[in-house]
């Protein structure tokens, strides 16, 4: 039977034959693209537990010392925009093969930057050309049956949640081993072996990935175009954008000021990249609720992640207005920062899976437009955790997560509520065409 796709752009109709069916999951490729993932996204988090060493090597306050994640945060949006689109009109190996060799050039620059604007300009241009990860990512559900999208999403996102969390860990320590045994910025050493280890992922990509081909042949200027059409087409793909943004935002409060609070308690980078380490165990919880959304829908994951989400940080938020021994202290805000990871993985991965049902054909460009929204919460959230940081400390800090969280609460009791059902692998119903 013929299908009926649209034609976004140019309001006409054609017709045109169901597409093939997916190709089967490839148990190899899909760790490869977590892997790939986490190495990608780990640029935009090296500086977070940097940021005070960054401060005392230039001299200047805590505000304008998180100005450098800011503008990494600020770059990646950028390069969400301008790049991932590129994914569905491009041979998809040979464009991350570029990407990454150009953001080893750009970590480089970062670790060899002489002045706060040079660092701040480098980390930009380093964050948008990291942006690479969400051209790898969308290539999950299309190596992986229709009906278990959900799972092939999830293995990829504990790569990249994973890349996302031990990225602090490498940084934070790293800085402090190379200031202790050679009395030097060790924020320089973090960023030149990040350039090392993009490099290293050029040929790795060559051999471990197949050649991706688009789908269909489409100028950029078409594929720019028709994010227009995306986003005015799919209200599920604007409040699943809407909900992430928020959610992000009120997570990064948390990671752009952690240096800052343990600051305050005489501990270092070290100790808050080590946190990182401890969210890991939170990045467990990815394929279990890729699995969850397959089998209850991602609205009920949705609901769970917020509701951990906003218990975490109502206990971060007690365990500093209290005093309690510092090593239960300590425990606590572990206990803490692992739920916060877990309610963050579920959120993600399940407006992940509602996004990626949409446009087959357009995953790059869905992708993009949920990732710009998203990571502009990002930005929007560390600034905004900066400023609250500087007038009202920590309190000031939670108030302005909960309060984030209260708004994607109202967007997620407000929002769709038609029952999710996976596509199964000979579903061509939902397969749209979308051109400029």
Same mark, same amino acid.
């Given at each position: 039977m013929r299908q009926t796709r649209i034609r976004y752009g140019v309001g006409k109709l054609k017709r045109a034959m169901p597409s093939p069916k997916s190709p089967p999951s490839n148990k190899a490729q899909l760790p490869f693209l977590g892997l790939a993932c986490g190495v990608g996204v780990s640029t935009i988090y090296y500086n977070q537990p940097l940021l005070l060493e960054m401060g005392r090597t230039f001299h200047v306050s805590e505000g304008k010392a998180g100005l450098v994640a800011v503008a990494t945060q600020v770059g990646y949006a950028i390069g969400?925009?301008?790049?991932?689109?590129?994914?569905? /009109? &491009?041979?998809?190996?040979? #464009?991350m093969m570029k990407l990454y060799g150009a953001v080893s050039v750009a970590l480089l620059l970062v670790s060899l930057a002489p002045t706060l604007p040079l660092l701040i300009a480098a980390s930009a241009i380093a964050g948008a050309l990291a942006s690479v990860t969400h051209?790898?990512?969308?290539?999950?559900?299309?190596?992986?049956?229709?009906?278990?999208?959900? =799972?092939?999403?999830? /293995?990829?996102?504990?790569?990249?949640? %994973?890349?996302v969390l031990l990225a602090r860990t490498f940084a934070g320590w790293l800085n402090? $081993? @190379?200031?202790?045994?050679?009395?030097? &910025?060790?924020?320089?050493?973090?960023?030149? %072996?990040?350039?090392?280890?993009?490099?290293?992922?050029?040929?790795?990509?060559?051999?471990?990935?197949?050649?991706?081909?688009?789908?269909?042949?489409? +100028?950029? *200027?078409? !594929?720019?175009?028709?994010?227009?059409?995306?986003?005015?087409?799919?209200?599920?793909?604007?409040?699943?954008?809407?909900?992430?943004? $928020?959610?992000?935002?009120?997570?990064?409060?948390?990671?752009?000021? #952690?240096a800052f609070l343990l600051g305050t308690?005489?501990?270092? !980078?070290?100790?808050?990249?080590?946190?990182?380490?401890?969210?890991?165990?939170?990045?467990?919880?990815? +394929?279990?609720?890729?699995?969850? @959304?397959? *089998?209850?829908?991602?609205?009920?994951?949705?609901?769970?992640? #917020?509701?951990?989400?906003?218990?975490?940080?109502?206990?971060?938020?007690?365990?500093? @207005?209290? =005093?309690?021994?510092?090593?239960?202290?300590?425990?606590?805000?572990?206990v803490c920062v692992i739920l916060l990871d877990i309610g963050m993985q579920c959120v993600q991965i399940a407006n992940q899976t509602r996004i990626f049902s949409l446009l087959p054909e357009a995953r790059s460009r869905i992708n993009t437009v949920y990732m710009v929204v998203y990571f502009t919460g990002g930005a929007m959230g560390s600034t905004l955790s900066t400023l609250a940081w500087e007038h009202y400390k920590w309190n000031g800090v939670c108030t302005l997560a909960l309060g984030l969280l209260a708004l994607a609460l109202l967007r997620h009791l407000t929002g769709d509520r038609t029952k999710y059902k996976p596509l199964h692998p000979t579903d061509h119903s939902r397969d749209f065409v979308l051109e400029g």
């Open positions: 969400l925009l301008c790049f991932v689109p590129m994914g569905d /009109i &491009a041979e998809r190996r040979g #464009l051209i790898a990512l969308p290539i999950a559900p299309d190596i992986a049956p229709k009906h278990m999208r959900g =799972r092939a999403i999830g /293995i990829v996102m504990s790569g990249l949640l %994973l890349g402090d $081993l @190379s200031h202790h045994f050679f009395h030097f &910025a060790g924020w320089r050493t973090v960023f030149f %072996l990040a350039a090392i280890i993009n490099a290293a992922f050029v040929p790795a990509m060559r051999r471990y990935m197949p050649s991706l081909p688009p789908k269909r042949k489409l +100028s950029y *200027s078409d !594929a720019m175009r028709s994010l227009y059409a995306v986003v005015r087409r799919e209200p599920l793909l604007r409040e699943a954008a809407v909900m992430g943004g $928020l959610v992000f935002a009120a997570f990064s409060c948390f990671w752009n000021t #952690l308690h005489g501990l270092g !980078a070290g100790v808050a990249g080590t946190f990182g380490l401890v969210g890991t165990a939170g990045a467990l919880v990815a +394929s279990f609720a890729g699995r969850q @959304s397959d *089998s209850h829908g991602p609205r009920w994951v949705l609901t769970g992640g #917020l509701i951990v989400f906003a218990t975490a940080y109502t206990g971060l938020w007690l365990n500093e @207005s209290f =005093r309690t021994p510092f090593t239960l202290h300590l425990i606590f805000m572990a």
